[in-house]
């Protein structure tokens, strides 16, 4: 009897302690990780990059009102609830920074520490998140010091360097077993950096400067954009008309090929694009493309967090699309495919889109 009390005691002393412990400490995956895995984004966080949210709905830029609208990620207040959920729902398993490819190669990002990082910086500001506005004033100098660290700096929660790193692969979303989607912080922090703070690295100026004059990365002249069509039907050997689009697909056309800023304007990319017009000649596949009525998808711009000037290349080549009546579309850039067939919709453009690589197959 004594033993069974014994036993029965440390039991109970053993679990309350747990209960301690565990909101304490990593441990509080145990409850979060099944809300988090139920609230992830669906089909999966790798896909389309989520529309700028403010104030509860969509941001429409055209409405959008500087001193009331957030835009991105500016402190960690402005954390989405999912967000907040994913800080508390790491099992620090370090699987995200084992994959990332930035860690791998000597860059300050680890997927892991992003997310601890801010974590351990919402627990320590707890007592001022938590606070009214009256009630602020009277806390702790170290807390109101902490609350006051920006979020994105040299001395801030997260290093710019750690910010800019990232490659969007998406690899730490796939490998994290509890649905955490890193690149959903990532990008909101760099909207907020690069539209209200113009903070970010120069190489990334000049091509957001190119993409919005010239609609390319390069900023080279639209016409170029035609140059391997000319290419193709000009060789020696087995020339190949491919049609290019100027108002509308003809009603025989079941595809408009979509050869993105690299397949038109790269040297090594331009073969990979010969080659796939040629396949689809060989197959018979009636397709057309836009030659230099496309411009870039907005991609780059998007994942910079550039939000705006996404928004601007999206609308207008969905309407150049729209107008041109076209309903299928095959894509060889994986870029491409993923902005028109999973971004597009977001802003009205639903089109069918299909990999080359689907197509041939
Ligand atoms: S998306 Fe960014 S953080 Fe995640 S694995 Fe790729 S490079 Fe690393
Ligand atoms: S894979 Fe997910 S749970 Fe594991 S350390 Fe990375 S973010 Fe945390």
Redesign the pocket.
């Known amino acids: 009897e004594v033993l069974e009390k014994v036993g029965l005691l440390l039991h109970i002393g053993v679990m309350l302690v747990f209960l301690v412990i565990v909101v304490n400490s990593k441990h509080l995956h145990i409850f979060t990780a099944p809300l988090n895995v139920m609230f992830s984004r669906r089909p999966d966080g790798l896909g389309a990059v989520p529309e700028m949210r403010s104030n509860g709905k969509v941001l429409d830029f055209e409405e959008a009102d500087p001193d009331t609208d957030v835009f991105g990620r500016g402190k960690i207040e402005d954390t989405t609830w999912k967000g907040f959920l994913d800080f508390y729902t790491c099992t620090e398993c370090g699987r ?1 920074q084992s ?5 791998n190669t000597d860059k300050p ?3 892991k520490m ?1 997310i601890l990082d801010q974590r351990d910086h919402a627990f320590a500001i707890a007592p001022y998140l938590l606070a009214s506005e009256e009630e602020r004033a009277n806390l702790p100098e170290d807390v109101l010091a902490l609350a006051g660290k920006p979020l994105v700096g040299e001395e801030g929660v997260i290093h710019p360097d750690v910010l800019w ?9 796939e ?1 994290c077993p509890v649905d955490i989607e ?2 959903d912080h ?1 990008i909101d922090m760099r909207r907020y950096q690069v539209m209200i703070e113009s903070n970010f690295p120069s190489e990334a100026g000049v091509m957001l400067k190119n993409l919005e004059n010239k609609g390319n990365p390069w900023g080279v002249s639209e016409s170029k954009r035609a140059e391997w069509i000319e290419e193709l039907a000009s060789r020696p050997v087995d020339p190949i008309e491919v049609l290019v689009i100027d108002e509308k697909v003809p009603d025989d056309l079941e595809y408009l090929f979509w050869v993105g800023c690299a397949g038109a304007l790269e040297d090594r990319a331009k073969k990979t694009t010969k080659a796939v017009a040629e396949l689809l000649h060989i197959a018979g596949v009636k397709f057309g493309v836009l030659g230099p009525m496309e411009a870039c998808t907005g991609d780059p711009a998007r994942r910079l967090g550039m939000e705006f000037l996404f928004n601007m290349l999206a609308q207008q080549n969905i309407e150049t699309l729209n107008e041109a009546g076209v309903k299928k579309i095959v894509a060889t850039c994986p870029h491409c495919f993923n902005t028109l067939a999973n971004e597009y919709p977001q802003l009205g453009g639903m089109f069918e889109v299909v990999h080359h690589t689907q197509l041939l197959a």
């Open positions: 995200c994959q990332c490819p930035a860690w990002l680890s997927p992003l790193s990232c490659t969007n692969c998406g690899a730490c979303v490998q890193h690149i990532i």
